[in-house]
């Protein structure tokens, strides 16, 4: 198992394109919003898209706490979310449920990204601990399951 330690924003986004370049089927994220992940970087853009391009039922999940700045802030992530709907979902944690403190980003169902707050970068980087990621991807589910709101591609207008 290795595990690394991060404790600014710039080696928690390179954990993260670690765990990213790692992946072959399902990302799942819990955060409050996708600020800290810096998700239209060119960089970490391109990764997202080649994992969307790679097919074979693979799958990104975002659950944020809150939604209201993605369309505004991530226009390459939308543009991502329209071209790959059936890839990429995000959802809007239910705020009348407990949520975590914890941020965490799961790959497949072996990698671990977590900061025991969402308010700091620090955090650890496992990536082959299955034991800790099948109870987060418990967690998630949870809240996934309750979470209604959902980032849409598209705007309706009239």
């Known amino acids: 198992m290795s595990v690394r330690d991060f404790d600014t924003p710039a080696e928690c986004r390179a ?16 955060d409050h919003d996708l600020g800290p992940w810096q998700f239209d970087a060119p960089d970490r853009h391109a990764a997202l898209r080649a994992f969307c391009m790679a ?33 990429i979902e995000i959802r809007q944690a239910d705020a ?5 403190d914890e941020a965490f980003v799961l790959a497949d169902r072996h990698g671990v990204l ?22 987060l991807h418990q967690t998630f589910d949870v809240l996934w399951q309750r979470a209604q709101a959902q980032v849409s591609a598209t705007t309706l207008g009239l």
């Open 55 to 87: 097919g074979g039922g693979r799958r990104i999940e975002c659950l944020l706490d809150d939604i209201q700045r993605v369309a505004r802030d991530h226009p390459r992530l939308m543009q991502l979310l329209r071209d790959f709907g059936h890839v």
């Open 114 to 135: 977590l900061r025991v707050d969402k308010a700091a970068p620090h955090g650890t980087l496992h990536t082959d601990d299955p034991g800790r990621a099948a109870v």
């Open 96 to 100: 009348d449920q407990p949520r975590p």
């Open 15 to 30: 954990a993260f394109d670690t765990l990213l370049a790692g992946t072959r089927r399902q990302l799942r994220l819990h």
